[in-house]
DNA sequence: CTTTCGATGATCT
DNA sequence: GATCATCGAAAGG
């Protein structure tokens, strides 16, 4: 399986942890991944957790594919598969920070600041143009490229935001100091 | 600065 | 019929 990469078999918090800082581009048009949230098979927040649907169905298909909903009727939210076949979790990426095809993703959001291009699940789906028809598209092939990150990254942690189940669970992971977070983390004092 | 609230429609019960 | 893995504008301190 050419470019597919070791970190789409890891437990999808392990996943999570180690999409911090790699690069994701569509068409050419991206960044570098900064924040992002585990959802597992038997997880109350995740879609999966009563089983495969027609619109989860990715979510239970081979690792490195793309699983992406529409949310509150007008957004667009990109996951990363990941973990053994059939196993039905995945990564929400949250944010990115804004690196390659800059004008067409601020001609795409109106023109917004440019620390609000990709800073939140919907508005990197509008700034790199993911639609249902990217639902199940492998990431690490034409027209998405993921490259991992060079190294560690230095990464803080939080409850996910904006679910009403698991809300305690810490699975929302970010780029310590990354200006492009679509919320801060409650950073320890000191 | 913070909190609140409407938009908007697919999905699932 | 209820529920959203959201966003942005508006209102309040």
Not at 73 to 93: E, F, R, S, T
Request: proline share 9%; with cysteine.
């Amino acid at each position: 399986m050419p470019g597919r990469l070791p970190l789409f078999d890891l437990p999808v918090v392990e996943a999570a942890r180690a999409l911090i800082g790699a690069r994701l581009l569509l068409d050419g048009v991206g960044g570098i991944i900064v924040e992002t949230e585990a959802y597992d098979r038997d997880d109350p927040a995740s879609h999966s957790v009563r089983g495969p649907t027609p619109r989860n169905a990715a979510m239970f298909g081979p690792a490195g594919r793309a699983y992406v909903y529409r949310s509150y009727g007008m957004h667009w939210c990109l996951n990363v598969v990941c973990g053994p076949v059939d196993h039905g979790a995945a990564v929400l990426i949250r944010a990115l920070a804004p690196t390659d095809g800059l004008d067409v993703m601020r001609a795409r959001r109106g023109g917004v600041a440019d620390r609000l291009l990709c800073s939140g699940p919907g508005r990197l789906c509008q700034a790199l143009a993911i639609d249902r028809s990217h639902d199940g598209l492998p990431l690490d092939a034409p027209p998405f490229a993921l490259v991992p990150a060079a190294g560690p990254a230095a990464i803080v942690t939080g409850p996910r935001i904006g679910i009403t189940k698991g809300v305690e669970t810490p699975w929302r992971f970010g780029l310590r100091g990354s200006p492009y977070l679509s919320r801060r983390f409650a950073e320890a004092a000191g």
